[in-house]
């Protein structure tokens, strides 16, 4: 089984009815799974460049270029249980980067993943590079 694994020392004190004047104690270790228990595979697809023509009446010699990327995430379980998962997102540095836009190409929704069945989530990136 894949995944992250932490190891858990507990310590428990704790008193009786019959006996509540003795503090007794007693320890426990055991090995938690830390992961979600997903799987991410991502394909990204390059869509090439595009052209922003403008109508300005004169000749321009540095067009800008959008550089269109399709990313797309594939989400299932890799254990018996299902996993809900009530949104995605594809989020920029905070600083932001010049000239890239990240937007879902579909609309949210929450979903279901099974070990049988996974689910896609889409997202267009567009960079703007002035030539």
Not at 33 to 61: C, K
Request: charged residues 20%.
């Amino acid at each position: 089984m894949f995944g992250f694994y932490q190891k858990v020392n507990l310590e428990i004190e704790y008193i009786t009815v019959d006996e509540p004047s003795t503090v007794r104690v007693s320890y426990f270790t055991r090995v938690l799974m830390t992961t979600l228990p997903i799987s991410v595979n991502v394909e990204d697809f390059f869509r090439g460049t595009r052209l922003i023509i403008f109508s300005i009446g004169r000749m321009v010699s540095n067009l800008p270029q959008i550089y269109r990327l399709v990313s797309k995430f594939t989400v299932s379980s890799t254990s018996h249980q299902h996993v809900r998962i009530a949104d995605a997102t594809l989020d920029l540095p905070t600083e932001g980067l010049e000239g890239v836009q990240i937007r879902p190409s579909l609309t949210k929704r929450r979903v279901v993943v099974s070990l049988t069945e996974s689910t896609n989530f889409f997202f267009v990136s567009d960079h703007l590079l002035r030539l």
